[in-house]
């Protein structure tokens, strides 16, 4: 009897707490990213200089088939990726120069840039590939704690309202 009374109480307590902590989940809980930085000025300015590196990407689209056995054509794609990569890094060098307001902004975006840095080196691997290469090959980014580094910068990007400082697709065709 006794033992009944107290597991029906504990069982009770146990769904309460449950319920408390939902009701805080739901309710209570912030709602911030963690990796939202207050210096709204500085977001701007860093997405004009995305902005500017996109259109230069975007200038040397070329949308005509690539036949993915086809040195020469692996070597000119290398030339256009190495020119989009030295737009991008142009782009990463003067955010990085330019230093947020805020303390959470001076703390994480420094980690941001280096991400950038590993995904632009990346590139270069890619575009030097393309160079020896007989059969287009697959660009392979690094991983940092076990997600590729292009979500870690794209979604930072995401959540600071910087749109064109997402990571590009061009390598993905």
Same mark, same amino acid.
């Given at each position: 009897m ?7 109480i ?25 990796? +939202?930085?207050? #210096?709204? &000025?500085?977001? @701007?300015?860093?997405? !004009?200089?995305?902005?500017? $590196?996109? =259109?230069v ?21 290398? +030339?256009?990726? #190495?020119? &989009?990569?030295? @737009?991008?890094?142009? !782009?990463?060098?003067l955010? $990085?120069? =330019?230093?947020?307001?805020?303390a ?22 890619f &575009?030097?590939a393309?160079?020896?290469?007989t ?7 690094s ?31």
């Open positions: 006794i033992l009944r009374r107290f597991t029906r504990l069982l009770t307590s146990i769904c309460v707490l449950i319920a408390g902590m939902w009701v805080y989940a739901f309710g209570f809980a912030p709602r911030e990213s963690f990796n +939202k930085i207050h #210096d709204s &000025a500085w977001q @701007a300015r860093s997405q !004009a200089h995305c902005k500017a $590196a996109e =259109d990407r975007f200038s040397f689209q070329d949308l005509t088939p690539m036949k993915a056995n086809d040195p020469l054509a692996l070597q000119a794609k290398a +030339k256009l990726v #190495d020119a &989009a990569t030295d @737009a991008l890094e142009d !782009a990463i060098n955010i $990085a120069a =330019d230093k947020p307001a805020d959470k902004g001076q703390e994480l975006v420094p980690e941001w840039i280096a991400d950038y840095r590993m995904y632009i080196k990346d590139r270069r691997a &575009a030097q393309l160079t020896v290469a059969t287009r090959p697959y660009f392979a980014e991983e940092v704690e076990g997600v590729p580094v292009s979500e870690r910068i794209s979604k930072f990007a995401r959540e600071n309202d910087m749109k064109t400082c997402q990571t590009p697709y061009d390598l993905s065709v």
